[in-house]
């Protein structure tokens, strides 16, 4: 349901029905250690971490409607002013202004929300990519009713800025 006309967001109560541009808070995700062992030891056994990440949906909205994908891409968003305080680059003066200009294309802004629910002021690291399962992600979406979601051209605009991210390699000679 659309709140006004200049929000980033909508707020949904869907249950656990996943769109591109839909904010997970403290989804828990599971990050290999750093040191995994090669090769893979016999018994399978790494060790790995649970971590409560702030997530965002990256899989287009038409794949995860039409069952046409298992996983689901996110990346992980964080309050500006702590990423500032955890980063070297991020406490940099100008930097906003070059993210905002597209200079730093690993990272990106989403604006900040005072209506319910709230949200500051938030930066997307593109760089911070990983897959969940779609059911997971479903059930962990199911759990926070209501949730916020990106609206047009906004949600358009984050996915441009996680293609930039990826699609930077021109490649010198097409591949038939």
């Known amino acids: 349901m659309p709140e006004n ?3 980033w967001y909508d707020t949904v109560e869907d ?4 769109l591109q541009g839909d904010l997970l808070v403290g989804c828990p995700i599971l990050r290999p250690s750093r040191d995994i062992p090669f090769p893979v030891p016999e ?3 790494l060790s ?10 990256l899989t287009q909205s ?8 298992d996983g689901v891409v996110c990346c992980i968003h964080f309050d500006l002013e702590q ?16 993210i905002k200009k597209g200079r730093h294309v690993r990272y990106t802004l989403l604006a900040a929300r005072d209506a319910e629910p709230k949200l500051s002021l938030r930066i997307v690291d593109l760089g911070d990519i990983f897959v969940l399962p779609k059911e997971y992600l479903e059930k962990v979406a199911a759990a926070q009713n209501p949730r916020l979601r990106l609206r047009a051209p906004y949600r358009e ?7 930039r991210f990826y699609m930077r390699i021109a490649l010198p000679r097409d591949p038939l």
Not at 48 to 57: K, L, Y
């Open 5 to 7: 006309n200049d929000d």
């Open 15 to 18: 249950g656990g029905k996943l």
């Open 43 to 45: 018994d399978g056994n």
């Open 48 to 57: 790995a971490t649970v971590q409560n990440q702030n997530v965002v949906v």
């Open 62 to 69: 038409c794949d995860l409607e039409q069952n046409k994908v």
């Open 83 to 98: 990423a500032k305080e955890q980063s070297p680059l991020l406490s940099k003066k100008q930097i906003l202004e070059e």
């Open 157 to 163: 605009h984050l996915s441009q800025a996680f293609g």
